[in-house]
């Protein structure tokens, strides 16, 4: 008899520690997916802000740490034991870091994970691609445009304001005569530009707004307000005739002076 209660508390022991174990096995399991969950989100994250970072400054972020001073705190690269890290190419947003040493089971969670970008590529190394949005892209496409015809280097692109160098003042354009008529688009994140020039014609060298949109054309009083603007080539440009004439005249910037449409 004693014999079979010792086998029998032998038996349940054996039990009890192998459930033991199946539950320690289920709770790191289980400890690993939400890991997983939460690095996935915080690539998502990193994303949003690479494209937040595009349509506010009109510029692709050179790297992580460039993004985290952009957006203090909002930032968090820790990955699956790793740092997450990218680099941007074609478009595409390679993440380095996000999961490394998977289990069998972490691998499928990680590559079948309800969290991932809809238009995410998990490679073989881990790593993940994910594209720009197109809303960025097209954007970037404007950016492309306005550099490809600033023949005279006389456009700024950007969300902070450019600085006159000389009094620093951050109202003012630069004082020096380089400047003057020289435009600045700032990126009003929703995919266009609030345009403005550099405006000697008062005692402050203002940047002076002149256009919201980059697809609408530069209208002055008259064609001395027009020349003292110094936009990208093929710019289409309306003013009144000097002196007073209430008759209106179309002209296209050709990278340095304004030429009337015949």
Request: aromatic share 10%; net charge negative.
């Amino acid at each position: 008899m004693m014999k079979l209660s010792f086998k029998i508390f032998i038996l349940v022991l054996i039990l009890n520690i192998d459930l033991l174990a199946k539950n320690s096995r289920l709770s790191l399991e289980l400890s690993r997916a939400n890991q997983i969950d939460r690095v996935v989100k915080r690539v998502n994250s990193i994303s949003d802000f690479i494209n937040l970072f595009i349509m506010e400054t009109g510029r692709i972020p050179n790297n992580i740490n460039e993004l985290r001073l952009q957006y203090p705190h909002m930032i968090i690269s820790n990955g699956y034991n790793g740092t997450i890290t990218f680099t941007i190419s074609n478009n595409i947003i390679s993440f380095v870091g996000v999961a490394t040493n998977l289990s069998v089971l972490s691998n499928q969670l990680y590559r079948n994970n309800a969290n991932l970008h809809p238009m995410a590529e998990i490679l073989p190394n881990l790593n993940m691609n994910i594209p720009l949005d197109t809303k960025a892209i097209q954007f970037l496409g404007k950016v492309n445009a306005i550099e490809s015809l600033d023949t005279a280097n006389t456009v700024f692109i950007g969300s902070v304001e450019p600085t006159d160098p000389i009094t620093l003042n951050p109202l003012w354009c630069n004082v020096q005569s380089t400047d003057e008529g020289n435009i600045w688009y700032r990126p009003d994140f929703s995919g266009s530009f609030i345009a403005s020039f550099c405006d000697f014609s008062g005692p402050t060298h203002q940047w002076t707004p002149i256009t919201n949109e980059l697809n609408i054309a530069v209208v002055r009083n008259d064609k001395a307000a027009l020349d003292l603007i110094n936009p990208p080539r093929g710019t289409v440009g309306y003013s009144k005739e000097n002196g007073g004439s209430t008759k209106w005249h179309e002209y296209v910037f050709d990278g340095s002076t304004w030429q009337e449409v015949q």
